[in-house]
């Protein structure tokens, strides 16, 4: 069985980062293998308060147990970082269970809506540049995209030749990763995803539903790893991942769930093979 080792914090209510990478992968058919970097005891948007404990003393032990094991994986998922402390453990942890063939899929939790979150500091920013400069597949949102490149940060809907631009700086700055620009506001009607395609500006444009869901970067990046491990093209998997999300909000919606606990992705899981073309 293919595996993914995730590693990314762990919000115990509200449907976002582990929470929702492990049953996502598991359910498209591939072993997810986490390590934690944070503990909350909820995510921070949406309810009052909540607890926090850095996991960055952790991280060290259990990838060192991990290599003891032999532990193969094809892909490799960091996402969220508590400090740049923790950024600097957890890039060494990467380069030790890194193998020939792994894949390096970053998604830089950073900010989103034009803020950052909050305990995002230039120093940490600019660690997450640096593990950017490791990935083989980068996943921003738009936030995180004008961060990442030192752009002052301009609110939607953008124009085919605005993420042609910066597709280009990303592919100057981050030569090595392939770059998914995630969450583009094209219209009042129409959000999507872009990236280049043979050197041209490539738009997957999906309806854009009412409503304001956290998570929703988690779910799509999670089925996106998925599908390329799973043998998709980046350009199909990405069609996955954004139908997926879309169908994800839309179930919430008719279940009426409180936005602040997150997509209702549970119902929608046992469609994840059949959309990635898989049997059984």
């Known amino acids: 069985m293919k595996r993914i080792i995730a590693m990314n914090d762990i919000s115990c209510l509200g449907r976002c980062s582990l929470t929702v990478i492990l049953p996502i992968i598991s359910a498209s ?11 909350l005891s909820n995510h921070t948007g949406g309810f009052e308060g909540y607890t926090f404990r850095d996991l960055t003393e952790e991280i060290p032990a259990i990838a060192e147990q991990w290599v003891r094991l032999h532990l193969n994986s094809d892909a490799i998922y960091c996402g969220y970082l ?10 060494n942890a990467v380069k030790e269970l890194k193998q020939n063939g792994t894949l390096i899929f970053v998604d830089p939790v950073m900010g989103d809506h034009g803020k950052l979150y909050k305990n995002f500091t230039p120093e940490l920013i600019g660690a997450m540049e640096e593990m950017a400069m490791d990935a ?21 809907p953008y124009h085919r030749e605005y993420l042609a631009k910066m597709l280009k700086e990303f592919e100057k700055k981050y030569p090595h990763a392939r770059t998914v620009l995630t969450g583009v506001d094209i219209s009042d009607t129409k ?21 304001e ?68």
Not at 83 to 89: C, D, E, L, V, Y
Not at 136 to 156: C, F, K, S
């Open 191 to 211: 959000i999507g995803c872009a990236f280049l395609k043979e050197e041209k500006e490539e738009i997957f444009v999906h309806r854009k539903l009412s409503g």
């Open 136 to 156: 083989d597949i980068l996943v921003p949102n738009m936030t995180e995209a004008h961060q990442l490149l030192h752009w002052e940060y301009r609110e939607g």
């Open 29 to 39: 058919g591939i072993e997810c293998t986490i390590l934690p970097t944070a503990l």
């Open 82 to 91: 508590a400090s740049p402390a923790q950024a600097k453990t957890v890039r």
């Open 213 to 280: 869901y956290h998570g929703t970067g988690d779910i799509f990046a999670s089925v996106l790893l998925a599908g390329i491990v799973n043998g998709l093209s980046l350009e199909k998997a990405v069609k996955v991942a954004g139908e997926f999300v879309a169908d994800c909000i839309e179930a919430t919606i008719q279940e009426e769930n409180e936005e602040k606990y997150g997509i209702a992705f549970e119902s929608c899981l046992d469609t994840l093979k059949e959309r990635m073309g898989l049997r059984g």
